[in-house]
């Protein structure tokens, strides 16, 4: 009786809500999405291949061009893979202000995420508040390397700058803002009704499945697997420190904002131990003036803020270049997920599930 | 002759431009608020504290490039944003600013036209005002805007039919269709209807919000999700009549919700007379007050709430408001044959 035809339309790449240039291509059907196809590489830039062309020291500058929101996080994974591949030990007070760097970024990118979020779901306001915070630890990031977005902060073997005069208290006070603030988010957001109505059941994904796909960070907790590098496999001087992995359990959308709400909690209480607790002593290893790693290849994986970010180098201990550079980012891993969490929800959902995944373009195309 | 076409022309003509020019500060205003809501300062640059900045937007938006899809239906692309624009105009004709007024000596209804199914009207021109956003959505043969298209029309049937209802409450209450009556009948009754019909006073604002678009029930505009919703092939002047006409609607909601509810143009507590010093404020500043403060409420909300999803949207409508208003329309009418 009734012709009914399927609507193919293109979200994206120039979309507002696709958080960079991701394309989405949606079959609908009315409003209901029958099938996704994600089309990535609009903002690919051949970073591994770049890296294979330079020296161990500037390839930290080029990570911080991937996930250009969490840049310090990027220094760390790489810093931390070449130092494995070399044997280097780095001095504690380095690992400490390395921590904080990372959590700090960490927070900085949650920020990011739950404005962009929260105004995919039509709060707009919520977005000026994160960003306001955000800007205060750009402010941080600027004070301690003078940069504020690619910072590349950080070396082979250590730290290029210590901590300036009075910064560990600047970093303190602005723990003491975050927790009110992040009050503030919630209860803008929380048990607000329409955000309940729009998060809860949407995108539900089971632990199994999520880790068969390949989840990690946030996105993976949210399905109620306590999996967290920085527990599991700790770095940097995570080991010192007490936290929580706070975990979801319905894995829908709903869970992922709960869990990185809470990591907001968690980074501050890490950053204020790693403060209390930081060693004196030099913030450089004992690193050759030429760095050419021993013939060999590593894995070595941190927590970002996205969730597993993994670097595979393959040194052949002639060149001072990698002979393979190759990353796991964790935002290409997740975006796997959205044709399988989209199918079924209506294109509404759509921007409220690219929002809860996560995802940060220059790190999916690289 | 003066009586029966000058006085009405006049009042038309100033109503036209005062109207027009409330839309285009009410997009300052909105500006202004989500900015101090949101810690910014909002616009600043044009004229002291950006006081000049609907100049500046009406200008920029009239000297904009025209563009019409090289594939929309010209004529009902064109016919759209003036469908949009129009019913919410001519729906203030029948608001009542305040009660007749003597100027030059010379007695004067701030009215334009007291007629006696003046609410009926209301309905009647407000519900037009939508076509012109499902025009638009079918116009511009784009698929975004076709999406926003359904998505008014489903929005419009949910939310018509229980506002409606609530304005026939109002009307059981008051036995009079006629907006001047409706006012008179609160002085009589010494109390505003808000406190006599506070459910459909809900029911209406609710209904007020979805069907002028606004968050959170702004799908068909849904910039996150349908990239400008049915505007998206609009520029120029005629995305600028869409503009209008939602700022222009919520006006008339709000000083509808008004005159049904918070006793138009009439003081608080018209009836006690210690209070008469209030009379010294004229009622239409009094009719203006109130309607600023809903017009206040609608940015705020717009500031604070997510936004519906369509299909969440479509079950409270159908779900909620719907059955309410109906156990609302059967109480009131019982209660008005037994007191």
């Not at chain 1, 306001?125 to 955000?134: D, G, I, K, S």
């Not at chain 2, 490039?65 to 129009?86: C, H, K, Q, Y």
């Not at chain 2, 109480?331 to 037994?338: A, Y």
Request: glycine share 8%; proline share 6%.
């Amino acid at each position: 009786m009734f012709d009914t035809n399927e609507l193919v339309i293109n979200m994206g790449p120039q979309h507002p809500s696709t958080h960079g240039v991701l394309r989405v291509v949606l079959r609908l059907d009315g409003e209901r999405v029958i099938e996704a196809k994600v089309v990535i590489g609009y903002l690919h830039r051949g970073i591994e291949k770049l890296c294979e062309h330079r020296d161990w020291g500037q390839i930290v500058l080029i990570t911080d061009r991937m996930d250009y929101v969490a840049a310090a996080s990027n220094n760390l994974g790489y810093c931390e893979t070449v130092e494995k591949l070399m044997s280097l030990e780095v001095p504690p007070r380095a690992q400490y202000i390395r921590t904080i760097l990372a959590e700090l970024q960490r927070i900085a990118s949650h920020c990011l995420w739950l404005g962009t979020h929260a105004m995919d779901i039509g709060a707009m306001t919520v977005f000026l508040y994160a960003f306001r915070e955000r800007e205060l630890i750009l402010d941080l990031f600027e004070e301690y390397c003078g940069a504020r977005l690619t910072y590349n902060a950080m070396r082979i073997g250590g730290l290029p700058l210590d901590i300036p005069p009075r910064w560990d208290a600047k970093v303190r006070a602005f723990c003491d803002i975050l927790d009110t603030k992040v009050d503030e988010y919630e209860e803008l957001l929380t048990h607000n009704r329409i955000w309940l109505e729009r998060t809860r059941g949407v995108g539900v994904i089971g632990a199994a499945e999520a880790i068969a796909i390949g989840l990690s960070g946030p996105a993976l907790r949210g399905s109620a697997v306590p999996r967290d590098i920085r527990k599991d496999e700790p770095y940097a001087a995570y080991a010192d420190f007490a936290f929580d992995v706070p975990i979801g359990d319905a894995g829908d959308t709903y869970d992922r904002y709960l869990v990185r709400i809470e990591e907001f909690r968690q980074s501050t209480r890490i950053i204020r131990q790693a403060l209390d607790g930081l060693p004196e002593g030099p913030i450089l290893g004992k690193v050759p003036r030429l760095i050419k790693p021993p013939a060999g290849e590593t894995y070595h994986a941190i927590e970002s803020p996205k969730g597993e970010l993994g670097y595979f180098i393959v040194s052949d201990g002639k060149s001072n270049v990698p002979y393979r550079f190759r990353v796991r980012p964790p935002s290409f891993c997740n975006l796997q997920a959205l044709p399988r969490l989209v199918k079924g929800h209506l294109v509404a959902d759509v921007v409220a599930l690219i929002g809860s995944i996560d995802i940060v373009l220059g790190e999916v195309d690289r | 002759m003066v009586e029966t076409y000058l006085v009405p022309l006049l009042k038309i003509a100033v109503l036209l431009n005062a109207v027009l020019v409330a839309v285009t500060y009410m997009v300052l205003l909105e500006r202004k608020v989500i900015a101090w809501v949101q810690v910014r300062l909002g616009p600043m640059r044009v004229g002291p504290y950006g006081v000049l900045q609907p100049i500046a937007d009406a200008l920029k938006l009239m000297l904009k490039e025209d563009i019409t899809p090289a594939r929309a239906d010209r004529f009902v692309f064109t016919l759209a944003p003036i469908v949009s624009m129009v019913p919410a105009l001519i729906a203030f004709a029948v608001i009542p600013f305040d009660d007749e007024v003597t100027l030059f000596g010379y007695k004067l209804s701030l009215v334009v036209a007291d007629v006696n199914v003046g609410l009926l009207y209301v309905v009647a021109t407000t519900s037009i005002s939508v076509y012109g956003i499902i025009l638009a959505g079918y116009a511009s043969n784009s698929k975004f805007p076709l999406l926003a298209g359904l998505r008014a029309s489903a929005q419009l049937i949910s939310y018509e039919v229980a506002v409606t209802m609530m304005l026939v409450s109002i009307v059981v209450t008051a036995g009079t269709l006629s907006m001047v009556g409706i006012v008179k009948a609160q002085l009589d009754a010494h109390l505003w209807f808000v406190f006599i019909q506070p459910v459909a006073f809900v029911i209406l604002f609710i209904g007020g919000l979805a069907e002028t678009n606004r968050a959170p029930f702004d799908l068909p505009e849904a910039e996150q999700e349908l990239t400008g919703g049915f505007h998206t092939e609009y520029s120029g002047m005629r995305f600028a009549l869409f503009f209008l006409a939602e700022y222009a609607n919520m006006i008339v909601v709000s000083a509808v919700a008004t005159t049904l509810f918070f006793g138009g143009w009439l003081r608080p507590f018209p009836n006690v007379a210690p209070l008469a010093f209030l009379d010294l404020v004229p009622g239409w500043i009094w009719f203006l007050m109130k309607t600023f403060v809903f017009l206040y409420i609608f940015i705020w909300i717009r500031a604070t709430l997510p936004r519906y999803r369509y299909d969440q949207l479509m079950r409270l409508g159908w779900k909620v408001l719907i059955p309410l208003a109906i156990a609302n329309l059967v109480v009131s009418g019982i209660l008005k044959v037994l007191l």
